[in-house]
Every structure is written in C-alpha cells, then in structure tokens.
C-alpha cells in the first residue's frame, strides 16, 4: 500500500469522492461504487452483500463527505442514509493501488534449460513442510507463483501421495480414480501408462474442469531413461505473442477438439491452445498432441493454422526451453496443470520398472491453503 | 449425417482433396489435415496419436486419391506412406457436417414463467431413471440441453443424494464437504443457511473449478415460502446481447471479482458475468450479489459497467423469464450451475422447518455419463 492509508485530503463532487494520500498519490471512487460498497449492506457475520445492484439509487449524489479519525463518511442526497469507509480498506482497493492477491501473478520463467530444478525452485523434505507453517506458505506461494515445486523424502509407499498432499489442496477425483499409476502396463488405455518418451503436454485438456495442479510422486524411477521435463507454458505463449502475434492471435482463437475414450469414460471438450482471460492475459495453454481430436476446420483455414500450431510444438521441442530433472524415488513434484507443460524421456520398462502415483488438486484449494496459511500466520505478501 | 456416406465422385489436387457426396453435397479436406490424422499414426489400442505436428511434413502435396470400398486411400508425393480413411468417418468430420456432439447444444428457454417445471422439463422416479437405462439417457441428454431435470421419490434420508446422483456423474468435493446442507442456522457463514429469499443466482463464482452441475434433494419442504426459481442465463445473455449490444459486450469483458472467506477457507476469483467460449459464444454465467466483492474499476469506467450490470440484473428479477415451482418432499432437481441460475422466496424457519441437501457434480463426468450410456445402447442421437 506503499504509505497510502495516510492521507493528506479529501474532497467530493457529487459523482465522486477524490482521495489524496500523503504520499502523493491522488484516488478517486465513484459515488455508485461507494455506495454499492457500504458496509452496512454486509452481513456482519458472513460479509456477504444483503443487496443487488438493481437495490441501489441508480445515480446516488454525493452531499458530502467527512474525515472521521481513520475513516471517511459519506452522506448522500435523497437518501438518509451515510455510510463509513475505512482508510486502509479504500487505500487496498484503489484503482492502481496492486494486486492484492500476489501469489497469482505468475513469476515467468522462459529459458528452463538454464535452471536447476533443486536449487531454483522451492524444494523441501516432507517432514519440513509438514512442520514448519511459514516454510509451508513460502513452499505453496512459490508453487503459485513458479508453477512448479518439490518436495524429498515421501515414504516409499502408495499411500503417501494423499497424505503428502494434504495440506496443498483438495484431490479432485477423476474417471482415472483418486489417484492413477503412471507405469507400464499392456495394451494401455493411455500412452502414459506406456514406455514411450512423452512430449510436453498439459493433462486432460478433454476433461471440464480441466485439473488445476498435478502431483506426481516417484515410486520407483528408472535408472536409465525416464527423466522429468517441465517448460513453462506462459512464458512460451508470450514469447510466441512477441515474435509472431498472429501465430499467436489464431491460437488464442481456433477451438481445439480434445477427446478420450476408455470403458467407462468418454470426454470431449474444445478449447484454444492458449487460452485468454476477459482481460486478454494468457490465462491456461492446453497441449496434448496423444488426445487431440481432428480440427473442424475449413479446408482453407488449416495452412495458417497448422503453421502457427506447428510454431508452438517447435517451441515445446526446442532444449534451451525445457527444465530437465530426474526425480528420485521419493520425490514428489507438484505443478499447475493449465500452465506448466510436463514430459519424460523414454526408458526400456522390460529393463528397469518405473512407476509414479499422481493425482489432481482443485486450484481453488491450493490458493485456498495458501491463503488461510498466510491469514493464520499474519502475513501480508 | 443426413445420406453424405454415399459418395458420388472424389478428386484431389496437391494441396486437398475434394468429395462430391451422393446428396450434392461437397466436402474439401486439405492433405495437411489429412495427413495429421493418418490413422495409422493412432495408437490402435488406445486411439491416442502417436505423433505430434511438429512431426509431419510441412506441405504434405497429394500425388494420388483412390475409392477401394468404403474408403479413400490417399498416396503423398516425397513420401513412401499411403492413409486410408473411411467415409463415414470423412463424412463425420467434414466442416459443416453438423455437430456430432448434439446434447451440448442448449436448447434455451427464456419465458420460464410460461413453462411447468413437471410438464416441460424432464422427470422421472428415482426408481424408473436407476432402472430403464434409454430413459436415463432421454433424461441426462434433456438435462444438458434443456439445463435442468427432476427426479421424484427420492428416500428422505441424508444419504439418499449421494446414491441417486451416482448415475450422473462425480461429486465434485468442496470445502463445503462432500454434500452441503442448504437450512437456516444461527449465524450462517453463507447466507443461503438463513431462511432469506435469495435472488437469482450461480454457485461459488469465487471457486475454480466453478461447480458445473448442482444436485438439491428436498428432504423437508417449508408449507409456506421457501419456493424455487430457476432462470436460463443463457437465454437471457442472448436476450441482453439481442437489445443491447454494448451493456452485454460490457458484462463479457469486465472481469469481476467473487470472493468467500471462512474459518477455513479463503475464495476469490474474477470472472466476467457473461463469458464468452473463443468462438464467442455464451459459455457460462456467473451472477452473486452475495460474493460479489468490490470492482476494480476507475471511476470513469462506473457509470457505463453499473449501467449494464443494472439492465442484467433486472432481467433476472423480471418474473415472466423465472420459472417458479415448489419442490415436494423427495424430490431432486438438478441444473447447470454455470448457465440455470437459481433462488428461492423467503421462508419463516421459526415457524417451518425446511432442509435442502446439495451436492455438485463435475461438467465432464455427466456428459460421459451420457455419452457411455449412448454407446451402450448403440444409439446415435
């Protein structure tokens, strides 16, 4: 907040109340959303808004407004009613006052090749983030804001996952189970559950919700073969948006079909490869070239397109954009699903066995965690 | 696919090949399209493709189209390899062929006041959906296109949710738990578990994933107030976007911020009120005037964004587009919590008793449901 809850000034017209704080900076907040925003139209128990929009005056006058010690009190005309803002509460929801929430920006990270997956992301032993709360919160925001994070030392058993994951998130059960085994096995209904190298990929794009975190916790790792490879797929969308826009833009835009058929399972859903929020932020890339779905498009629309999709899957193959790591049996990773592209070198299963357990966490759990962790402990970052 | 498996005549030139069907109709598909999904490049086992873009030949230059049977066999020039395809599979696939996917077109329904929740809306016993396998399919196929369905007869006991929804799809776990029960208690943390009306309205906009399908087994009916109303916010949007283009491009691009907080659980998300798939169409309404948290919105930009919200928020209280109906004791409803909003009249919870049990399902799972269903039955609908 950056010294704005002092304040230097305030002044009113009748459509906005004008802050200037003793820093410099100046705010201004319109009448409608003060008065959308008073207090008293919260439940005091819940905090939840008593009213609706269509509820208010439709253009409420300010008449005037009052500093009252640490708040300000505005009184409106036409209506007996005034109500009180705190100073602090209106500096940290100044237009322009930052993000309140941090750990949802994302710290990119483009050139993975270049970063050591032990030294340059958060990493700690189970029993550490078991036990310790604020190495746990610093654990879960890096994870937020890095998309990627580890921990060492899980026992070697298969329920270890669930436990170890815990205090991260909420599982979110799929057709695949609360858990699934990333291991070789005949005739898969997967090609993870094969021996084959992986290409980067995101998991599940056929699915709704597509999963917010994966955790993959490493049974039983090949020696030979098998290694973990992770790219940050935002970052690769804006290094896409800078060099080719229109790659870029018609990637945004092109519905991709995503498809996946098994006994008891059949999913389906279209979406872009890299998808925008209402805000025109790269908001989730989805990049699976084993359950794509062949395109609905016209025939004259797929040169363009095939070239910008291709464009991508060059960016996903080239090696200075890839954190290469080897797991080591009880390691488990933990990733944002809708961002970072995971996927491993081949291995010979006839030679040496490997096998991980994963699971998915809703993404509004592990904010969640993380949140309640930080509002526990006090902290403001 | 309306007689397009009948052929007529093919022809092909380097860049695409074109099908003349026996109904006149005329597909082209382009040889890079063609090539990407050569189905020998398919896992035969799992259907998973094998390859990635990046693996396929640039322009790929047709030599050679041959009829054999029921397939087109297709030869490239620079390349040893040929790829059939099918016609009917052609056929399907072919831009324009028609949706194959028909239940996840809505059938949308804006005059709700007109419509009877048991005559107009699917319904069934709980005892005939468990077992006639085609009406369960009618039904969850009337659900994802109409947005809403009833089940009567269900047990009144607390388990009695969780057993008829399995059919549907998954239970999606919240902090809420596994169910959720929707009846007054002293200071309730949501504003729902008092005995106020509530306005139309989605689940937990402040959750990602937002819940995609919602289950409500009435255990225990109030005599008196307490009904239900449910409202098509996909007709709705479409009727904003119809009379007022600029109030309903307004409501796709503002991002809004939704929030929960409780013992255990801090919440936030932004989401626009009407969001937009990237074909730009309506995907998902996100409405709650009780977790709505304050806009992060220069004063400025208030008067235009208030004024749309305003007009949207009308339109959900204007009662010829609410379908109202009082649930009996037994009875399950179920809706699309991303496009159905829903709310109740308020009731006297000292003098009745009312009890509600809620759970949420996941988007993807009912559609398998349906969808594994259909090919059980071997229907094409």
Redesign the interface.
Known sequence: MSGRGAISRISAKPE?LTVEWANGAVS???S??LR??APEDR?P??????????D?P?QPQIRAAALHGDSVCIEWQSEPRTASFDLDWLAA?A?GAGDQ?PETIARRWLLGAALDASRDFARASLAEFRSDRRLRLDWLTRLLQEGVAFLGALPSNEAAILEAVQPMG??????YGLVFDVRCVP?????AYSDLGL?LHTDNP????VP?FQALHALHCSPDGGDSLFADGFALAEHLRASDPEAFALL????VPFQY?SK?????????LI?L???GEVCAVHYN????A???????D??AF?AA??RF??LL?DPPYQLKFKLADGDLVVFDNQRILHGRTAYRSAKHARHLRGCYL????V??AA??LR?TLGEQR
Chains 1, 2 share one sequence.
């Not at 005739?187 to 090609?191: A, I, S, T």
């Not at 056929?206 to 919700?209: G, H, K, T």
């Not at 945004?252 to 519905?255: F, G, L």
Request: proline share 7%; net charge positive.
């Open positions: 906005a201004e907040f319109a409608l959303w959308d925003n439940d128990h819940s905090g939840q808004r008593l009213i609706d929009v269509a208010l439709e929801r237009c929430h909420r599982v979110l059960e799929t057709n005739r898969p209904e997967n090609l290409g056929y699915r709704d919700p917010g945004t835009r092109t519905p058929r008891d399972a059949e999913l389906y859903a279209e979406r872009p998808q929020s209402c805000r070239s084993r359950s794509i062949p395109l609905y498009l016209p025939a004259r797929c040169a095939y999709y291709r899957a060059l193959r809703t993404r509004d759990s904010h969640s949140a309640v509002r």
